[in-house]
């Protein structure tokens, strides 16, 4: 039976992998492909006549065990288009592997007995999976992609009850024994949450449901416009969105969300999404208004009589909330520091000898 379970899993992880290369290539549905490959392997170590290669099903399961790893990083990618894994992301993953590759190679499977190790392994892979489920939950309001934003949802929820499922049934196997029964028990719970999360990626599938932010800041119709056209019914709302923003300078608020503006326009927040998704190409309504901050500090510092105004100032007042995300929007929009932007418009503008 367990067998036939695994071959099940096995089947969906297969479907997944076809359904994440036949996408435009994309950061989201390359860390997607490797899940689950990695994944795959998990399931085929799991296999009868795999575990009776004890070499071969130790390599497997070592492979397997970076599907974790890698569910992180699809996730933060997926739901997060600022997001570039920098070396202490990398670190954290390969962490775990190490960690995950010293357990399984001293013998300390699902089937041996709980130790402290095992604890620790236990506490990171649920910190790693916390940590993307926090992602794919916080960021729900300012997606513009409807698609993904419905996934968020169920998304979290069907990877939590997977979680607690399978972990929970290793983790009493292993404390009382039971292996063959939690181990079943843990291979239901898998093959329902595969299920489930083919489920969502084949029946929410948009063509810009895995696409990257481009990485110069600048939107790609190509890639992230709503398949579904803006209505001319919304041509009103698209000159009152204009002159809220370029007029009374909306984006000035640093709080300022996608709810508020919709409550300023008087409209529900979906026509807002719409809007800005599909006529300007946005993901998400911080790099919307990220966008016209930059634009007004790009004014500014070009600008010979503000010359003495301090950047960050320039920068808080145009609605940055931090000077981190303040440089990060700037540089990813200009392609060079505020400082260096400032002193080539200077010199350009300034008289000559």
């Not at 390599?59 to 894994?85: E, H, T």
């Not at 649920?126 to 169920?154: F, G, K, P, Q, Y």
């Not at 950047?311 to 609605?319: Q, R, Y």
Request: charged fraction near 20%; aromatic fraction near 8%.
């Amino acid at each position: 039976m367990e067998a036939s379970l695994h071959g099940g899993i096995a089947t969906l992880l297969a479907l997944a992998i076809a359904l994440f290369l036949s996408e435009a290539p994309s950061r989201a549905g390359r860390y997607g492909a490797a899940l689950a490959f990695a994944a795959l392997l998990a399931e085929v170590a799991g296999l009868p006549f795999v575990q009776d290669r004890a070499g071969l099903a130790t390599l497997l399961q070592v492979g397997g065990s970076a599907s974790l790893p890698l569910f992180w990083l699809f996730a933060r990618s997926w739901f997060d288009d600022d997001f570039r894994p920098g070396l202490a992301e990398l670190a954290l993953a390969m962490g775990y592997l190490g960690l995950s590759a010293t357990v399984i190679g001293g013998e300390r499977g699902t089937h041996a007995p709980l130790h402290a190790l095992d604890g620790l392994l236990y506490v990171a892979g649920i910190a790693l999976t916390v940590d993307a489920l926090r992602h794919a939950w916080s960021n729900r309001a300012s997606d513009l992609i409807e698609a993904r934003r419905r996934a968020r949802v169920a998304f979290v929820v069907i990877v939590t009850i997977v979680v607690l499922w399978t972990i929970g049934a290793e983790i009493v196997g292993r404390a009382f024994g039971g292996f063959v029964l939690t181990g079943i028990v843990g291979t239901i719970g898998m093959l329902m949450g595969t299920f489930g999360l083919a489920l969502l990626l084949f029946g929410l599938r948009h063509r810009e449901m895995f696409a990257s932010a481009p990485p110069n800041g600048a939107p790609s119709p190509a890639a992230v416009v709503d398949p579904v056209p803006v209505p001319d019914a919304d041509e009103p709302l698209a000159s009152a969105l204009d002159v809220a923003m370029t007029q009374e300078r909306l984006y000035r608020d640093p709080e300022l969300t996608i709810g508020a503006i919709a409550m300023r326009l008087g409209v529900p927040e979906y026509r807002v999404r719409r809007l800005v998704n599909g006529r300007f190409g946005h993901r998400n309504i911080s790099d919307y208004l990220n966008g016209l901050r930059v634009a007004e500090v790009c004014a500014a510092l070009a600008d010979p009589e503000q010359a003495q105004v301090p950047i960050l100032t320039i920068a808080m007042d145009a609605g940055f909330g931090s000077l981190a995300v303040f440089n990060r929007s700037f540089k990813a929009r200009q392609g060079e520091t505020p400082s260096a932007y400032r002193r080539r418009h200077l010199e350009i503008s300034s008289p000559m000898d």
